[in-house]
């Protein structure tokens, strides 16, 4: 099928939807092209938990959003079962939004209902200033800030 440019008067091919999509599949154009430039850039560091930390503590990232959700879920996951008590570290959160909450809230609630005990370490003010904003200060069972 083609089209005629008025302006030019040379012709465009047009494609139809299927044929679209069998491109699409065979991973020609634009998207792919950037998925292949993505892949071949150096990563970015997204973790949710310092390599560094001791048995039983949850480094928190300095971003908990939904963009690295998966990574803090791998990682509350990894320690949700831990006998032992687990602290979360907060002292490095310097954004957190709406999924990040959810999924630190969920952690938590799980561990109560398996009788597993949570510590929290550090302060961040995102961290507060969120949890209190969307009401879940008091399930998280966060410790009193200093006035």
């Not at 300095?62 to 831990?82: F, H, K, M, P």
């Not at 109560?112 to 008091?138: D, K, M, N, P, Y």
Request: aromatic share 4%; proline share 3%.
């Amino acid at each position: 099928m083609y089209r005629a440019d008025s302006a030019t008067g040379t012709g465009k091919r047009l494609i139809s939807g299927t044929e679209f999509m069998k491109k699409r599949q065979q991973g020609t154009g634009v998207r792919h092209s950037r998925t292949k430039a993505h892949a071949r850039a150096k990563p970015r560091a997204r973790h949710a938990r310092a390599n560094s930390s001791p048995a039983g503590v949850f480094a928190l990232s300095a971003d908990c959003t939904v963009a690295a959700s998966t990574t803090l879920r791998a990682g509350l996951l990894e320690v949700l079962r831990e006998p032992a008590s687990v602290t979360l570290d907060i002292a490095s959160v310097q954004r957190i939004d709406t999924a990040g909450m959810q999924l630190i809230t969920a952690f938590v609630r799980e561990r109560e209902s398996l009788g597993l005990q949570i510590q929290w370490r550090g302060s961040a003010a995102a961290f507060t200033s969120a949890a209190h904003l969307l009401g879940v200060a008091s399930v998280l069972r966060l410790p009193e800030q200093p006035a």
